[in-house]
């Protein structure tokens, strides 16, 4: 247990809906990273916030968001999904350089 | 373009035989390296890393790993992988001047024959 929580382990759900995917990193990690995780493209990095501020954005599509709240928890807001965003969706919170992942949510978009 | 790049897409292997995993990046400067691990319906775990130093770094569960500059390597080892060792894994490379993302590649998927 990387202590890294993630919520839900699994959504389902149509084209064209919204979802948000939940994470919440150990206890006094001040950054959390989103990372996609597809057959076709691996493991990429989305996006990274710090403190509540956004400080790095990686592949991250328009029709995705994020933000990170006063408590240090994130979330990943997916919109108009297609089915090409069905993956694994992973944060990770960090330490030292050292980063830690919760375990993932997948996506499945029908 | 700056990448990752692990040669092995699957392995397979008996148990006893020894294991090296290659992956070279294509950044210049100070990078950071690590390999990752991700058992089949799990998360990604920490296998080891490099900032600085020793260039031959240990792991956890016997592997280690070698940072050799001149070829921007940084190949896994183990000399005798167990059946428990099936996994996939995963080259990451912190980037100069990046805020601390991590840049992967593809993966390597590992399988042990008992």
């Known amino acids: 247990d990387s202590g890294v929580t993630q919520t839900p382990k699994h959504l389902i759900t149509a084209t064209g809906q919204r979802v948000t995917l939940r994470c919440s990193p150990r206890?006094?990690?001040?950054?959390v990273y989103w990372y996609q995780q597809s057959l076709d493209q691996g493991l990429q990095f989305l996006i990274q916030y710090y403190n509540g501020e956004e400080r790095a954005k990686g592949n991250i599509l328009e029709r995705f968001s994020a933000q990170q709240f006063p408590d240090l928890h994130s979330e990943l807001n997916l919109s108009s999904l297609e089915l090409g965003d069905s993956a694994l969706y992973f944060c990770a919170s960090s330490v030292n350089g050292e980063q830690f992942f919760g375990p993932g949510t997948r996506l499945t978009v029908l | 373009a700056q990448s990752v790049s692990q040669h092995n897409h699957h392995v397979i292997l008996s148990e006893a035989a020894s294991l090296e995993l290659g992956c070279n990046y294509s950044?210049?400067?100070?990078?950071?390296l690590f390999w990752y691990v991700q058992y089949p319906g799990q998360h990604l775990q920490l296998l080891l890393k490099y900032f600085s130093g020793d260039p031959l770094v240990k792991g956890i569960k016997g592997f280690e790993a070698e940072f050799i500059k001149s070829k921007f390597s940084f190949n896994l080892r183990k000399p005798s992988v167990q059946w428990s060792d099936t996994a996939e894994y995963f080259c990451?490379?912190?980037?100069?001047?990046?805020?601390?993302?991590?840049?992967f590649g593809k993966g390597t998927k590992l399988s042990v024959k008992p």
């Open positions: 990451a490379v912190k980037a100069p001047g990046s805020q601390g993302n991590l840049i």
């Open positions: 950044y210049g400067g100070t990078v950071n």
């Open positions: 206890s006094g990690d001040l950054s």
